[in-house]
C-alpha cells in the first residue's frame, strides 16, 4: 500500500514535470491576495505597487505554444506509464525521463527553459495573459 502511494505521489510530481509544476503553482497562488488593512480616514488610500511583468513579442509566445503543447504530450505519454509502475523507484526513472524529454523540448521549440517559466509563471498571474497564450496552443 505505502508503495503505491509513493508511485502516486511521483506520477502526480511527473505529470508536469518542473516546467509545468512552476506553473501550477504560479496558477493557484494567482488566485489568492491578502486582505489589505485598512487605512485611517485621513490618509490617502495608496494601490500597492504591481511587479513589473515581463513583456515577451509574439514570436516567443508561437514558441512557447508549441513547447508548451509538446510538453503536455509528454505529461499525457508519461502518466499512464508512472502510474503503472511497480515500484517508486522505476516511478522516479519515468519521471526523471519524462522532465528530460520535456527539457529537450522545450529548447527545441527555441525556448531558453527559464523563460518557459517566465511566462508559465505570467499565465498564473494574468488570466487575460494565459487566455491569449493558450488561445495561441490550440490554434497550433
Known amino acids: 500500500m505505502e508503495t503505491r502511494t509513493i508511485v502516486t ?33 485621513q ?4 494601490q500597492p505597487a504591481q511587479p513589473a511583468q515581463p513583456s515577451f513579442d509574439e514570436a516567443t509566445l508561437e514558441r512557447f505554444a508549441g513547447a508548451w503543447n509538446e510538453v503536455q504530450d509528454i505529461r499525457d505519454q508519461y502518466m499512464g506509464e508512472i502510474q503503472a509502475a511497480d515500484d517508486a523507484e522505476e516511478a522516479q526513472a519515468l519521471q526523471q525521463q519524462a522532465q ?39 490554434n497550433r
Open 9 to 41: 505521489n511521483l506520477a502526480a510530481a511527473a505529470a508536469g514535470g518542473i516546467l509545468i509544476l512552476a506553473s501550477q503553482f504560479a496558477m493557484a497562488q494567482g488566485g489568492y491576495q491578502q486582505p489589505q488593512q485598512q487605512q485611517p480616514q
Open 43 to 46: 490618509q490617502p488610500q495608496q
Open 100 to 138: 528530460e524529454k520535456m527539457v529537450d523540448a522545450v529548447t527545441e521549440a527555441g525556448v531558453e527553459v527559464s523563460e518557459y517559466n517566465e511566462i508559465a509563471t505570467r499565465m498564473g498571474q494574468d488570466p487575460e495573459f494565459a487566455e491569449r497564450v493558450m488561445s495561441m496552443a490550440q
